[in-house]
T-cell receptor, first 109, second 116 residues
Framework: GQNIDQPTEMTATEGAIVQINCTYQTSGFNGLFWYQQHAGEAPTFLSYNVLDGLEEKGRFSSFLSRSKGYSYLLLKELQMKDSASYLCAPTDSWGKLQFGAGTQVVVTP | EAQVTQNPRYLITVTGKKLTVTCSQNMNHEYMSWYRQDPGLGLRQIYYSMNVEVTDKGDVPEGYKVSRKEKRNFPLILESPSPNQTSLYFC???????????????FGEGSRLTVL
């Protein structure tokens, strides 16, 4: 089974940095997705981490520690358009994928 | 253009009237899956398929059926829809390696279903 824990909501101002933590317990863990989702729209891919460490993609970075069952998504230089829900999704080796409930990020001027 | 296409995008139906939501991908992906999304509950996996003729239950399979007769198509069937199946449905697909996902899971635009 999979238990996923991420904060419900985070608020930050434009230009700031926000870190969204995700802890999970996943049998047969293979990797972890991060997705961004605006209300009523399809999720948008941000990253897929398989190995331990930090991966950086522009303003967004994602970190994984397999031994700790822990990941975080770092959003830098926040913009208003970054206001969205951010979904953490650990996967196993057999195709099962479970999404966390999502962290709603609110960016204020 | 690489895409996952779902139809219909919007549907209002009545209890008990069988319906099928189609999903098609043009990327030759092995893996396809269906999710439903409800307020406060996030995305929940209904069924998934690792390849043609291989399907498995996700977390909320009750009331749904799927089939994977061709690599590109993965229809979701509601044999007797009920109001608790009113939801936003997403289909997704991805390449699969020997040890699991190898990259992005591509999502369709979603199908909003209302069962009265």
């Amino acid at each position: 089974g999979q238990n996923i824990d991420q904060p419900t909501e985070m608020t930050a101002t434009e230009g700031a940095i926000v870190q969204i933590n995700c802890t999970y317990q996943t049998s047969g863990f293979n990797g972890l997705f991060w997705y961004q989702q605006h209300a009523g729209e399809a999720p948008t891919f941000l990253s897929y981490n398989v190995l331990d460490g930090l991966e950086e993609k522009g303003r967004f970075s994602s970190f994984l520690s397999r031994s700790k069952g822990y990941s975080y998504l770092l959003l830098k230089e926040l913009q208003m358009k970054d206001s969205a829900s951010y979904l953490c999704a650990p996967t196993d080796s057999w195709g099962k994928l479970q999404f966390g409930a999502g962290t709603q990020v609110v960016v204020t001027p | 253009e690489a895409q996952v296409t779902q139809n219909p995008r919007y549907l209002i139906t009545v209890t008990g009237k069988k319906l099928t939501v189609t999903c098609s991908q043009n990327m030759n992906h092995e893996y396809m899956s269906w999710y439903r999304q409800d307020p406060g509950l996030g995305l929940r996996q209904i069924y998934y398929s690792m390849n043609v003729e291989v399907t498995d239950k996700g977390d909320v399979p009750e009331g749904y059926k799927v089939s994977r007769k061709e690599k590109r198509n993965f229809p979701l069937i509601l044999e007797s829809p009920s109001p608790n199946q009113t939801s936003l449905y997403f289909c997704a697909s991805s390449f699969m390696g020997a040890s699991g996902f190898t990259g992005e899971l591509f999502f369709g635009e979603g199908s909003r279903l209302t069962v009265l």
